[in-house]
């Protein structure tokens, strides 16, 4: 009896710390900047629209895992899917296409600033953009 409470008592345990661990990385400052913004932007900051999805992107590819990326892709937040795909692209490895490829049928819409220009596209469209070159929003 005694041991079964202590399994008990790890399991739980286990599952708290997992909880934190989760928790301590939705709280991320990244993240929660991330979360504010409204489009997808390159590195020129354009008539009407800043471009700190830009800048947050360079942030988050020195700063999180590939893994951290995967987990983005799956977000209800469709710029923070597109974030996910860029960093995935940017990170390059077979696993990566694979996760592009997979998205290319994404519908949700997102609106990409590129300087002056704005254009309504899909998750999709931007994952494809990505595939072909996981650059296109650098100068």
Known sequence: MKRLVTICCLVMLA???SAHA?????????????????WISNHDRGFGGGNEFY??????????T????RRMVNHFNPVVRAMGLLCLAQTAS???LLVL????????VVYL???????KITVGEFAKRLLIDPDFLDP
């Open 15 to 17: 599952g708290i710390t």
């Open 22 to 38: 989760q928790s301590a990385k939705a709280l991320d400052p990244a993240m929660t900047e991330l979360m504010k913004v409204k």
């Open 55 to 64: 800048k947050l992107s360079k942030q988050f590819v020195k700063s999180h």
């Open 66 to 69: 590939p893994a951290d990326f």
């Open 94 to 96: 077979d696993e990566s």
């Open 101 to 108: 490829l997979s998205r290319s049928n994404d519908d949700a």
């Open 113 to 119: 600033h590129q300087g002056c220009l704005v254009s």
